[in-house]
């Protein structure tokens, strides 16, 4: 495994499959797995084929269907939840179990009702009955942000002895900040014996908005898979989101860290996420949101008419879009309004564009964005028209 290669485990088919009103059927989940393939991630985690027969029925289609990318499958410490799963991923061409369990203080004590030593034994079990079936077995250890670092070390240890060969430490209640996390990933690279035989993961959930930030954190410190959906969708307030990941180790090449990600493809399949769910991208979503690459303040407007990189990182057709927009709106300056009335044919003057200017102030004040049909009526209705269609 290259250690400047960062695996991208996209988990849109199941965790975000978890966000209320975003169920899929068998042929949508089939349609976003394929494109997901054809993107580059990794692992496409198909969903829990014990939680429903609908479940089984998708995972199972999917492991047929896809080509490339491992396919995994969830699964409690439960032995019924492992068989079950393993008979979902027969097809696969690369298959995956993903079990675990608790290990904050708070689970194991009230979800549980266990004792540390009964926790890494019931881990040790999972792994090693997982094993049995195939030989690429994730471990998450559930609530690992909020978990001591010194016992979490202890069932990373017991795992890995077990056959484990990723281990997923997930902030579950997204309550850590990125140095927190980034310590603990950090915290595990150096003292879990064994460690260099399995792969660490963050999972990281976005309740107070340090979903990515997390997860890079982790990277950074010696994570080397994130987790991730499409759009950041997720239970409660989503999950990291995988566009966001992508381009921020891209955009930063000094890291020497690269996914196999086809980011051409990132705005494409955002859409299709956001249609076949029916959860809208908020505009201003970094990375694939219609103003991501929107401008309409005169001053910034001016810079990027004159040169792109002066207020963008980012090539718009590198994530798939267009082009950037410039947006006319009251904050707009006299370069925007020139620049956009060109495009629909008027050469102005810098005389006429004064005048125009002038009237378009007006009409833009009453309104929240002009456009291109409203440049024409501005234009017709200004000093200068007769001029013009003299």
Known sequence: ????????????????????????????????????????????????????????????????????????????????????????????????????????????????????????ERAVAAVTYAKSFVEDVEFYAEDAGRSDNEFLAKVCEAVIKAG?????????????LPEEYGQKIKYLKENVTGIDKAILSCHCHNDLGLATANS????????????????????????????????????????????????????????????????????????????????????????????RETYEIMNPTDVGATTSSIVLTARSGRAALAYRAKNVGYNLTKQELDTVYRDFLHFADKHKEVTDNDIHQIVKMSAISKQMYA
């Open 1 to 120: 495994m290259s250690s400047n290669r960062v695996y991208i485990f996209d988990t849109t088919l199941r965790d975000g499959e978890q966000v209320p009103g975003c169920k899929l059927n068998t042929t949508e989940k089939l349609l976003i797995a394929s494109q997901l393939d054809k993107l580059g991630v990794d692992v496409i985690e198909a969903g829990f084929p014990v939680s429903s027969p609908g479940d089984f029925q998708s995972v199972e289609a999917i492991a047929k269907l896809v080509k490339n990318a491992t396919v995994c499958g969830l699964t409690r410490a439960v032995e019924n939840d492992i068989k079950i799963a393993a008979q979902a991923l027969k097809y696969a061409k690369h298959p995956r179990i993903h079990t675990g369990i608790g290990t904050s203080e708070s689970h194991m004590k009230y979800k549980f009702k266990a004792t540390p030593d009964q926790i890494i």
């Open 216 to 307: 890079i954190a982790g990277v950074l410190n010696g994570a080397r898979q994130v987790e991730c959906t499409i759009n950041g969708i997720g239970e409660r307030a989503g999950n990291t989101s995988l566009e966001e990941v992508t381009m921020i180790l891209k955009q930063h090449p000094y890291l020497e860290l690269n996914t196999n990600i086809n980011s051409k493809m990132l705005t494409s399949i955002s859409q299709l996420v956001s249609e076949t769910m029916g959860m809208p991208v908020q505009p201003n979503k970094a990375i694939v949101g219609t103003n991501a690459f929107a401008h309409s303040s005169g001053i910034h407007q001016d810079g990027v008419i004159k040169n």
């Open 164 to 176: 484990a060969t990723v281990l997923n430490i997930p902030d579950t209640t997204g309550y850590c």
